[in-house]
């Protein structure tokens, strides 16, 4: 009778039950030192996910919580790296490297067009369609043309959230619901930001 992959594997790996133990016991101490990213998530609890490499000693935060000044610094270290990896001979790590300086160039144009919102760029390129579909979406959301409440057209940067979230939306990778949250808060943002410049 064949026998199925567990006992198989019982039979030519697990020659004792004194080498079980020590198996599990090795997987759980592995569990239980690997470092886990330590910010406190909404619903109050310990995040948990694996941290990003190049934290600071003692710091470990997961690619979703590493935010602001800490970000930059894991990013500066990742990138050196990351170049490396890019030109690989290794497939994964060429893949690895190439995915991960799209991120680090995406979030530094994300920060720098923050830094100057009326920046005449875009982020996000898109075909025609689905720019003209982006466009009734702003429309639909009442972000084309001058916001009411700062009687601007919304800046650049607000633009590109915007755009981002219409695509997101559109797509059905977000709910409505999310959609909604972030147009209050690309509404908020201009409302700040005018408020700050002195222009509102
Ligand atoms: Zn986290």
């Known amino acids: 009778m064949a026998l199925t992959v567990f006992e198989r594997l019982g039979r030519d790996y697990c020659t004792s039950k004194e080498h ?9 101490e592995g569990r239980r030192t690997t470092p886990r990213c330590t910010a406190i998530t909404r619903m109050g609890s310990q995040c948990r ?3 990003l490499r190049d934290g600071r000693p003692g710091v470990h935060l997961c690619w979703h919580h590493a935010r602001g000044a ?8 990742r990138e050196a790296r990351a170049i490396r990896w890019s030109v690989s001979g290794n ?4 893949e690895q490297g190439i995915t991960a300086l799209a991120v680090i160039h995406r979030r530094r144009a994300w920060k720098a067009l923050k830094a100057d919102p009326s920046a005449a760029v875009q982020i ?7 720019e003209r579909n982006v466009t009734y979406w702003l429309r639909d959301h009442g972000l084309d043309g001058a916001l009411t409440e700062t009687g601007r057209p919304i800046t650049n940067y607000s633009r590109e959230r915007a755009r981002y979230a219409a695509v997101m939306s ?16 690309i509404v908020q943002w201009e ?9 509102a």
């Open 20 to 28: 079980l133990t020590r198996w599990r016991d090795a997987l759980n």
């Open 49 to 51: 996910m694996l941290p």
């Open 70 to 77: 800490a970000r930059d610094e894991i990013d500066r270290k």
């Open 91 to 94: 497939a994964r790590k060429r």
């Open 124 to 130: 996000l390129l898109l075909s025609d369609a689905d």
């Open 170 to 185: 559109i797509s059905e990778r977000i709910t409505a619901e999310a959609a909604r949250r972030r147009v209050v808060s």
């Open 191 to 199: 409302v700040a930001y005018w408020h700050k410049v002195g222009g």
